[in-house]
């Protein structure tokens, strides 16, 4: 959906558009570039970021529009999400390598606990992701954290003001639900330690295989640069038992 345009010699185009799961922006930028027609000599960039393993809108700016990007980086932001109970990871999400393994899980929280803890964690400052964007001591997060040397003292997000609601719980089989994960890491494009992470995966089904996964589904209306993993992964420490974004939806851009 292109919202204005222009001639060649000064194209300017804002675009909304559908980021798949376990597509890249990178790629992302090149499908959008084939399937509108802009040029190469057109340069194209992105107002706000979405994870590898993250679907939803993204909004494309290409020509004199992306110097409108800073503005556009301070809209709030709308979220479903789906939690996986009893499984963390280095990155928050199942696009890392699996730190806790709690399964079965011996005591699952009540709707009621879940709640509650959303909402506290709702009014918190979290930290930013170790696998992040966020620049520190001039360099991203994941960079400080693919090294291999102690993390830089990690910043904290802003608060995402309460605004997260429990939505519902469902379960699944393990195996199946690790079925899906491989397959989806595997359609990652560029280093992301795509074949490390699925063995690790790989492993885990071997193990937990015939137990049954719990799921939290919720929605969150947050600000600029609040990240959801970090939502997830602050309910697992709350409630004992880790927990990772198994699935992220950006819903709209508001």
């Known amino acids: ?22 597509e890249t922006l990178a790629v992302l930028l090149q499908r959008v570039r084939m399937e509108e027609g802009i040029v190469e000599e057109v340069p194209m960039t992105y107002a706000g970021r979405l994870d590898p393993m993250a679907e939803g809108q993204v909004l494309v700016l290409a020509g004199e529009a992306r110097f409108s990007k800073e503005e556009r980086l301070t809209r709030s932001k709308t979220y479903y999400f789906e939690i996986l109970l009893g499984i963390a990871t280095d990155t928050y ?13 011996s005591v699952v929280p009540s709707d009621e606990e879940v709640g509650e803890a ?35 003292d990690i910043p904290l997000q802003r608060a995402a003001a309460g605004s997260i609601v429990f939505i519902n719980r469902f379960e699944r089989s393990f195996d199946e639900l690790v079925t899906d994960i491989v397959r989806d890491v595997g359609r990652v494009e560029g280093d992301f330690r795509q074949k490390e992470i699925q063995k690790a995966w790989q492993e885990l089904a071997e193990r937990f295989g015939t137990e049954t996964a719990v799921l939290l589904s919720c929605e969150a209306t947050v600000p600029a640069g609040v990240y959801i993993r970090s939502i997830a992964h602050a309910l697992g420490k709350k409630i004992g ?14």
């Open 1 to 22: 959906m292109s919202d204005h345009y222009t001639s060649k010699s000064g194209e300017s185009r804002e675009i909304l558009v559908w980021k798949e799961r376990g």
């Open 93 to 105: 999400d199942v696009l890392g390598l699996p730190t806790i393994a709690k399964l079965p899980l």
């Open 118 to 152: 959303l909402r506290a964690i709702g009014r918190e400052r979290l930290p930013y992701p170790p696998y992040s964007s966020k620049p520190v001591e001039s360099t991203p997060l994941f960079a400080h954290a693919r090294s291999g040397a102690p993390l830089p």
């Open 241 to 254: 038992s880790g927990a990772l974004a198994y699935r992220i939806v950006r819903k709209a851009i508001l």
